[in-house]
């Protein structure tokens, strides 16, 4: 009790903003920022460590006899973990032994997978730390991912036009899409108040569903209609790979970054971006000063499905060439751990986006020695401790500064 | 212009609002009682004249007594009748309005003659009698790690903490129960489920409490927790040896004596496994505990007013750690009914987002413990309704009734509830 007092007043004297009052990030403490980063993916490393060795079969085996003969123990447990992050390595950033071949694929192979496993995730982050400024919570990412990914899908398999113009289309309807699926939940807490969790939890159940149902459609599904696939998408609709057609990273990586420089001016220079960060402040302050926090609310949830729309193009139209159940892979919930690291700033988020990008392309590689659910344990690690700096900074010894993340995001239900 | 005594900020909104009030009030009655009257109509045009004039609907409650209880009656009339029930109804709130009180019994009698019309026709246009004793039951199995997890949101949020990590305490629990179940036994697995609730809740607890970390963010991140611990876990051990760590006994039917003999209910609500009778039980303490008792009055006030809890003594700190553990553990035990109450075994996420829908339950139900049950039985009902109907009714795509559930609850936020108030200091973080 006394020491989480202690805590708690050691807490209080820095400069965590009270709930219901607002202060942007401070920038003197962009070093510590990264710091502490550095040091929770570090610390989350080490924890994935000894799951490692604890999943690890030898390890296990050698740990009957510890008291005995240790040194057994240690080893392997070093073996299988020195194995499961080389290959996370090898999967995320260069693996020499394809690079041995000498073709390009073999050296830029993991950077391609990384930038593509990135691409969805920093568009989901934006849309989630978006909805964050604006005080809302889209949880949504799920079924607006779905949504954009059928309405490019349904444009680029069904529509048939000259190549530029048909990846164009495609994008907008996935936008479109994105948007709709999105904007409805703004919409419903702009004029009924049902809550934004609530109903972008709903939209996502009811977008798999209807996805499902296409799947099952004779000109949605693809022939011979014994699968839930849909037609695959022409080559003309499809966003043309960066590095050859050897590799999978394409121009949904631009779409990203664009995505990213957009929100950054949107919420530092626009007017929008004012009243968004505004109502997401404090609404009442808002509504004050003469601001419609309804209109807000739709607006925001537009922009939030419209981003979440392109993470859909970018996995139809980039990757897949066919919808499937799974089209959209988690990266709505994987998104919203995105959104976090980077703290609701597009910079970050960028930044977050690529890091969790190279996770999932390396977990996928480290697999033969781990199960992949690593990855997931170490993202929500990696969060959870820069969510509470106090933590790293008491296992470091660091000194005091700066709060943690989200503690200027989504406050409670009430907004 | 309010009284005294309410904070200055909510003071603003109540002026603003106070202009507008009287006309919004009038529109609000006339769009509600305009929604009656077209589910009225809709019973009548869509339900109740598409049933054929002569045939019978036949409605089966299962056996009492070893006599078949089985309903049997004009359909369309029955649904004619019930149509224009509907339609008085919103007759009566377009002219004169119902209160605050009698608005939502209005609104569950319309629901309820929508419901009976539309399974007179379900049973003549349908491949079999409607068993309404069956449909019961599956709504009552599926809300039942529902209400579990709502109350385990009730618990957490009275007291100011916000519970987004609902699934994750939940899917721990799943796994510690087959886990422990497998090894020692169910009852044992029930105990190690709310064990593993618990932790989950102690991470919630630690995090949000101590370190002030914001709470909507923080239950996010233990859900992705859990889901990557388990499921590593899983495929690091259970799947690899199922047979001795994944297959825990199913908890037995207990068939409560003298009760479960009653027609209709007794089936319906006391022949069931231990988990169902420890949420009925969980149902009635927390309801009275949290309203009635000194312990409710103190995590309520620690809830909306944690300064002045403290200021009367309460260990406003204290109060926030117990809850979120028992809420913790009472989510676990909603994760244990569906590897040890009804699958068997444990699988990747199994809770499927069980853990939000408790959630919108929780929200839906205003943060009351009979409310967020109220919100987990329609949830469970609409989706027993959906199971009914994609076997009986094989015309309607199964994958459009598969949203049943999730578009009432839409429409039931949206159209019924609107605007929820939280207990104001949930998800504020104290610090003296």
């Not at chain 1, 190549?163 to 495609?170: F, N």
């Not at chain 1, 703290?343 to 033969?368: C, D, E, K, Y």
């Not at chain 2, 006030?301 to 809890?309: I, L, M, Q, S």
């Amino acid at each position: 009790m006394t020491q989480a007092t202690s805590e708690a007043a050691a807490a209080a004297s820095e400069p965590v903003p009270p709930a219901g009052e607002h202060e942007p990030p401070r920038r003197a403490s962009a070093w510590n920022t990264i710091l502490v980063t550095l040091l929770a993916f570090v610390t989350a490393m080490a924890i994935g460590a000894v799951l490692i060795a604890i999943s690890d079969q030898a390890t296990r085996s050698a740990a009957s006899y510890f008291f005995s003969w240790p040194w057994d123990t240690f080893t392997n447990a070093g073996h299988a973990i020195a194995n499961a992050y080389t290959a996370l390595f090898e999967g995320a950033i260069f693996n020499p032994t394809t690079a041995a071949n000498g073709t390009l694929a073999g050296y830029l192979g993991p950077i391609s997978e990384t930038l593509t496993n990135a691409t969805p995730l920093i568009l989901g982050g934006l849309s989630v730390g978006l909805a964050f400024r604006a005080g809302l919570f889209n949880i949504g990412g799920q079924g607006q991912i779905i949504m954009g990914a059928v309405f490019a899908g349904y444009v680029g398999f069904h529509w048939h036009m000259p190549a530029g113009l048909h990846v164009l289309a495609g994008i907008a309807a996935g936008m479109l899409g994105g948007a709709l699926w999105g904007g409805l939940s703004g919409w419903l807490k702009a004029h009924t108040g049902a809550h934004e969790v609530i109903t972008t939890i709903m939209l996502n159940y009811i977008a798999y569903s209807l996805l499902a149902y296409l799947l099952s459609v004779k000109g949605f599904q693809a022939p011979p209609y014994g699968q839930a696939i849909s037609n695959p998408v022409e080559p003309n609709a499809m966003l043309f790979p960066l590095f050859g057609s050897s590799m999978r990273v394409n121009a949904g990586l631009f779409i990203a970054l664009i995505a990213a420089a957009a929100v950054w001016w949107l919420l530092k220079y626009s007017t929008l971006g004012f009243r968004l960060r505004a109502v997401g402040a404090n609404q009442f302050a808002a509504r004050t000063a003469g601001m419609s926090v309804e209109r807000s609310y739709t607006t925001v949830m537009v922009l939030a499905g419209l981003l979440c729309g392109l993470a859909g193009v970018t996995q139809i139209l980039g990757v897949n060439t066919q919808i499937t159940n799974d089209i959209d892979a988690g990266i709505g919930f994987d998104a919203i751990t995105v959104a976090l690291l980077g703290r609701a700033n597009p910079v970050g988020i960028v930044f977050a986006g690529l890091l969790f990008g190279a996770l999932h392309a390396g977990g996928s590689q480290m697999q033969t020695y781990t199960p992949i659910d690593l990855v997931q344990v170490i993202q929500s690690l990696i969060v959870l401790f820069i969510a509470a700096p106090a933590v790293i900074r008491a296992i470091f010894r660091m000194k005091a500064s700066g709060a943690g993340v989200g503690a200027e995001l989504a406050k409670g239900w009430n907004g | 212009m309010t009284s005294a005594g309410t904070a200055v900020r909510e003071d603003d909104v109540v002026v603003q609002h106070e202009v507008v009030d009287s006309n919004r009030q009038v529109r609000q009655r006339l769009g509600r009682g305009a929604a009656f009257v077209l589910l009225g109509a809709i019973t009548i045009v869509f339900v109740a004249l598409k049933i054929p004039g002569g045939a019978d609907s036949r409605l089966t409650f299962g056996k009492a007594f070893s006599a078949q209880l089985d309903l049997v009656v004009p359909g369309r009339t029955v649904a004619l009748a019930l149509g224009v029930l509907v339609i008085l109804l919103g007759a009566w709130q377009l002219v004169r309005g119902f209160g605050r009180r009698t608005l939502p019994w209005a609104a569950f009698v319309a629901f309820v003659a929508f419901m009976v019309a539309f399974l007179c026709w379900v049973s003549v246009r349908g491949t079999a009698a409607v068993d309404i004793l069956g449909l019961l039951q599956n709504s009552i199995a599926l809300a039942v790690p529902l209400v579990l997890g709502a109350l385990a949101g009730v618990l957490c949020e009275r007291s100011g903490v916000i519970n987004v990590a609902i699934e994750g305490q939940m899917l721990s629990g799943a796994w510690a129960g087959a886990l422990i179940g497998s090894l020692v036994g169910s009852y044992f697995g029930l105990v190690a489920a709310a064990v593993a609730g618990a932790l989950m809740g102690v991470l919630l607890a630690v995090f949000s409490i101590k370190y002030l970390v914001n709470q909507v963010v923080l239950g996010v991140v233990l859900n992705v927790l859990a889901l990557g611990l388990t499921g590593f876990f899983y495929d690091a051990f259970m799947q690899p040896n199922a047979a001795t760590l994944n297959q825990p006994a199913v908890l037995g039917e207990i068939d409560i004596p003298g009760l479960s003999q009653i027609p209709v209910i007794g089936p319906l609500l006391f022949q069931a496994n231990i988990v169902v009778y420890l949420a009925y039980v969980l149902i009635i303490v927390i309801d009275v505990a949290l309203f009635r008792t000194r312990w409710g009055l103190r995590t309520r006030a620690v809830g909306e007013h944690p300064k002045a809890a403290d200021t009367v003594g309460i260990r406003v700190l204290r109060v926030r750690y117990r809850n979120v553990l028992l809420g913790g553990a009472v989510a676990g035990l909603g994760g244990a009914y569906f590897t040890l109450g009804s699958v068997g075994a444990f699988s990747k996420n199994i809770t499927s987002g069980n853990g939000f829908i408790a959630l919108a339950a929780l929200i839906f139900g205003r943060w009351s413990p009979l409310g967020a049950v109220g919100a987990s039985l329609l949830f469970g009902f609409a989706s027993a309704l959906q199971i009914m109907l994609s076997i009986n009714v094989p015309l309607i795509p199964s994958n459009f009734l598969a949203m049943l559930p999730y578009l009432a609850t839409i429409f039931a936020v949206a159209g019924l509830v609107g605007k929820v108030r939280a207990p104001a200091a949930d998800g504020e973080p104290y610090v003296k």
